[in-house]
């Protein structure tokens, strides 16, 4: 293996798994909030949120421009740290001035979307606080761009902490104390908000200065903006089923899918998105450089490595898991938990497929795709979810992700060869699901039993694949020279 594949890789899980916990964090902080919610806020008021976040969600789509995956892609355009920095400044200043005043002009509507979409002008206030947090934070992803394009992981890491922490307290002293129910929960976005677009705002500038290259400015805009159409289409394909599930059927297959797909993106939350906030970063700064084509195609394997193996486990444990975290009518949602892994799983891979576009700034072709997808999302909601209730809904997402990928794979391909090892990712298919049927088969009337015998068959996957060959003369050569060096360090 060549030395800069294993140090690629070790870089990777370094900060990816850092990425990972910030992740990690954020999923726990959530779940310590749900007893307190359904102890202070009512089924309505859970609507409510619901509804004020999927429109702001969608005003962030348009008016985000998908400015952040320009500020990454062009920050690597250049090779030293003052034309570098203009890329950010000009990102921060530039456009967030922009988008800040276009927000702030949404608010005198308040009132009419207030009424139109929760039946209730009097609850204006929300859609202020909303609308004023969005503003005031609409700028921080480039934060945090920042932060992931310099590798300072752990300041990311410890940002996002330091938020969930004082956002967790807010929380509870406006919803358990002050009693202001779903007022609170925005005001306390809001505060949150506005303090660390300050803080990380300041140290941001200083680092960067605030020069404006409007040239720039205009070509990462021309760069993103075929984002903005792809961003929505892909909102449809994540989010539109629920609503033809609710439609054909009723609220409890509602939420019996959600909480199937909430737990088997789990794969994409803890472990694509923290890899592809390093990898992204990195695989622009080494493009076109000799063997960057192998580094490719061998990080891909590896990240497919641990994706299939984090699936099985997921889907070997998910009916225990289930059990053990909700109560009896929530069980059946287990069912549907590993084909929600495996869409995971192949959504993922539309990252590593698009290297081509990404490189040429060919981004139509990333909206082309995306609108194309929506589409046929759509069409197969409409056709399968009616006969399949929310195994319709999960092979729709399915179909929809395996298009996806094979026509980002297509398209890329006309700029750039996108090498994968084919054999290779068909050998992680088949013994993941060989081992998954296998384990689905395991039932001794005892829990813990079950979950030891379905523990011992997840682990056995790689070595599974170290008997049939999976693995190189040189990376099972790496891999016993770290056991061998964490085992002297641990004398």
């Not at 370094?14 to 779940?31: K, Q, T």
């Not at 890329?412 to 990712?425: A, D, T, Y």
Request: hydrophobic fraction near 50%; include cysteine.
């Amino acid at each position: 293996m060549p030395k800069s594949v294993a140090s690629e890789a070790k870089l990777i899980v370094r900060h990816s798994s850092i990425y990972g916990l910030s992740n990690i964090l954020g999923r726990a902080v959530s779940f310590l909030l749900l007893p307190l919610y359904t102890r202070f806020l009512t089924p309505a008021d859970y609507g409510i949120l619901e509804l004020i976040h999927l429109t702001t969600s969608v005003i962030s789509l348009v008016i985000g421009l998908g400015i952040e995956g320009a500020v990454s892609r062009f920050y690597f355009d250049y090779d030293t740290d003052d034309k570098r920095n203009v890329v950010i400044s000009s990102a921060v200043v530039g456009y967030g001035s922009v988008a800040v005043i276009l927000i702030l002009s949404m608010l005198p509507f308040s009132g009419f979307m207030a009424k139109t979409i929760l039946d209730s002008s009097e609850r204006m206030s929300l859609f202020i606080l909303a609308l004023l947090a969005l503003a005031l934070g609409i700028v921080m992803p480039i934060f945090f761009t920042y932060m992931r394009v310099r590798q300072k992981s752990f300041q990311y890491m410890m940002a996002n902490v330091i938020m969930t922490s004082i956002t967790l307290s807010l929380h509870i002293y406006f919803i358990a104390f002050a009693k202001l129910g779903v007022f609170g929960l925005l005001l306390s976005n809001l505060i949150v908000t506005s303090l660390f677009t300050v803080i990380l705002g300041f140290i941001t500038l200083r680092q960067t200065g605030f020069k404006v290259d409007y040239r720039l400015l205009r070509d990462m805009l021309k760069f993103s903006l075929p984002l903005v159409p792809a961003s929505i289409s892909g909102f449809v394909v994540h989010t539109s089923d629920r609503y033809f599930i609710k439609t054909y059927f009723d609220l409890t297959s509602t939420g019996l899918y959600s909480l199937g797909y909430k737990f088997g993106a789990l794969i994409n939350e803890l472990i694509t998105s923290p890899f592809v906030q390093i990898w992204n970063p990195r695989r622009y700064e080494f493009f076109g450089k000799e063997g960057y084509e192998l580094i490719y195609a061998r990080i891909f394997t590896y990240f497919c490595c641990v994706t299939f193996f984090a699936g099985l486990m997921l889907s070997l444990l998910s009916k225990e898991v289930i059990y053990f975290m909700t109560t009896e009518p929530f069980w059946p949602a287990y069912k549907i938990i590993p084909l929600i892994a495996l869409t995971q799983i192949v959504f993922s891979f539309s990252y590593h497929f698009n290297v081509g576009i990404i490189m040429e700034k060919a981004t139509k072709y990333l909206a082309y795709i995306n609108v194309a997808n929506g589409i046929l999302n759509l069409v197969l909601n409409f056709i399968l979810i009616k006969r399949y209730n929310i195994w319709g809904a999960a092979l729709a997402t399915l179909i929809c992700f395996i298009f996806k990928a094979y026509m980002t794979f297509y398209f890329s391909n006309r700029f750039h060869k996108v090498i994968v090892e084919w054999f290779r990712l068909i050998m992680l298919f088949v013994v993941s699901i060989g081992l998954y049927f296998i384990g689905i088969t395991i039932s001794t009337g005892s829990i813990w039993i079950d979950i030891a015998c379905k523990l011992l068959i997840g682990f056995s996957f790689p070595v599974v694949l170290y008997l049939i060959r999976f693995f190189d003369s040189e990376e099972i050569k790496r891999f016993k020279h770290i056991i061998k060096t964490r085992k002297l360090d641990f004398e």
